[in-house]
């Protein structure tokens, strides 16, 4: 059981906008920073979004984070095949001497 | 460019302590803010925290394992490794080493291993 909440799973067609929730707490999302990493199959996880709704270099504008209060959100518009990942959303978590907590993971399915 | 290379026993038996070493290349895991740390993956699940180190020595674990795991560093080998004792067929997992990049107030994975998977049997 994930301390951060996402769906288990999303879809779109391509060139459609879909977001991805992800639900925490008071002592997580609530006071700190969400991130959003992208896991392609069989690879690494990848940072998407930092500082809640930052892009490193190299990724796509198509991409765009949320936050409000206790939960945040991954938006992606403009919809491509290689989006067809598992997608998951992690915070610092202040409680217990700090730690942190990832979301379940959402796979994105380009139908 | 920096790199991370996991490397330790793919086969661990029950009870046993689980090591694996994470190997850092392109940089030196001395400089920066930068906190260094250990993640898991079971096949077809989730993502979940171990713990990192800094290289000070200061440690973060997740609460959930804390009582099991050791996260340590050797500066002079730029590597950084993890023991987590007393293992079960619920640790099996691809496990992750991964740089965690602290700036501005906040902290992120920027760099990751292409995780060691390891089989908890006998």
């Known amino acids: 059981q994930s301390v951060l909440t996402q769906p288990p799973s999303a879809s779109g067609t391509p060139g459609q906008r879909v977001t991805i929730s992800c639900s925490g707490s008071?002592?997580?999302?609530?006071?700190?920073?969400v991130y959003w990493y992208q896991q392609l199959p069989g690879t690494a996880p990848k940072l998407l979004i930092y500082?809640?709704?930052q892009r490193p270099s190299g990724v796509p504008d198509r991409f765009s984070g949320s936050k409000s209060g206790t939960s945040a959100s991954l938006a992606i518009s403009g919809l491509r095949s290689e989006d067809e990942a598992d997608y998951y959303c992690?915070?610092?978590?202040?409680?217990?001497?700090?730690?942190?907590?990832f979301g379940g993971g959402t796979k994105l399915t380009v139908l | 460019q920096v790199q991370l290379q996991e490397s330790g026993p793919g086969l661990v038996k029950p009870s046993q302590t689980l090591s694996l070493t994470c190997t850092v290349s392109?940089?030196?895991?001395?400089?920066?803010?930068?906190?260094w740390s250990w993640i898991r993956q079971p096949a077809g699940k989730g993502l979940e925290w171990i713990g990192r180190?800094?290289?000070?020595?200061?440690?973060n674990y997740n609460p959930s394992l804390k009582s099991r795991v050791t996260i340590s560093v050797d500066t002079s080998k730029n590597q950084f490794s993890l023991k987590l004792s007393s293992v079960t067929a619920a640790d099996t997992a691809l496990y992750y080493c991964?740089?965690?990049?602290?700036?501005?107030?906040?902290?992120?994975?920027?760099?990751w291993g292409q995780g060691t998977l390891v089989t908890v049997s006998s």
């Open positions: 992690a915070a610092w978590d202040d409680s217990l001497s700090g730690h942190w907590v």
């Open positions: 991964a740089r965690d990049h602290c700036s501005g107030g906040s902290c992120y994975f920027d760099y």
């Open positions: 500082r809640i709704n």
């Open positions: 180190i800094y290289t000070s020595g200061s440690t």
């Open positions: 008071s002592s997580n999302i609530g006071i700190n920073y």
């Open positions: 392109g940089g030196s895991i001395s400089s920066g803010s930068y906190y």
